[in-house]
């Protein structure tokens, strides 16, 4: 017992590490090209190397980390071809559970979404723009929640669960503030695609959530190719 125990402990630490790492990248706090060293790591976290070495594994396997053979792992550097290979998948998967999660969504689900725009809408940006992103990744969860196809969920909660933040990391002069011309049009089609899903249509559904998946897209991408 005593060393199943340990076992579940040392996991539960490796996780934690895990999941500290992970905020501190998706935050910027550590940034895209950083190295992270393995003793430097477990210093600052205050843990010992090995769950800390374990934890690095696992962010590599996710993708937010690389293994440079002979020099170490560093955060990953996304390109616009990553930048366009992500969007072109959320804009095939994301309407597809759209169009699922118009017959499933329940009105407890739908609650929620309209509570998560209207908070969305009182957040001033920049200054709440952290706070605004993690309540729109809940909102895009929410939907492909309540599609109630574990495929496309787990898929998805993979793409989401980092990338889409970690991607506007990597464009600096936009990293900690909002494009304006996107401001009015995210709300928009947030409301659009509430309607839809209120209003229980499936191909409405798919249409809106796939106009605003390629116009996130266009901005992002059109902002990653005018960087100095």
């Not at 970690?166 to 600096?172: G, T």
Request: aromatic share 4%; net charge negative; hydrophobic share 40%.
């Amino acid at each position: 017992m005593q060393g199943r125990a340990g076992t579940e402990k040392h996991r539960q630490l490796r996780q934690w590490v895990a999941d500290r790492l992970r905020t501190e990248i998706l935050e910027g706090r550590r940034k895209p090209g950083d190295w992270l060293r393995q003793e430097s790591v477990a210093r600052d976290e205050g843990v010992s190397q090995t769950p800390v070495r374990e934890a690095l594994k696992q962010l590599v396997s996710e993708g937010l980390l690389e293994h440079v053979p002979y020099r170490g792992i560093r955060v990953v550097t996304l390109s616009v071809e990553d930048a366009e290979d992500l969007y072109l998948s959320r804009a095939v998967l994301e309407p597809m559970a759209a169009r699922h999660a118009a017959t499933e969504i329940t009105v407890e689900e739908l609650r929620e979404l309209v509570s998560l725009h209207e908070r969305m809408l009182a957040c001033e940006i920049p200054v709440r723009l952290k706070e605004y992103r993690d309540l729109n990744r809940r909102f895009h969860e929410t939907i492909i929640s309540a599609s109630r196809r574990p495929f496309l969920t787990r898929t998805l909660g993979h793409l989401w669960s980092a990338f889409p933040t970690m991607l506007w990391s990597n464009v600096p002069q936009i990293a900690m503030t909002s494009l304006p011309e996107r401001d009015e049009p995210d709300a928009e089609e947030h409301a659009e695609i509430i309607a839809s899903l209120t209003a229980h249509d499936p191909e409405r559904a798919a249409t809106a959530v796939k106009r605003h998946v390629d116009e996130a897209g266009r901005t992002l991408l059109s902002a990653m190719r005018n960087q100095p």
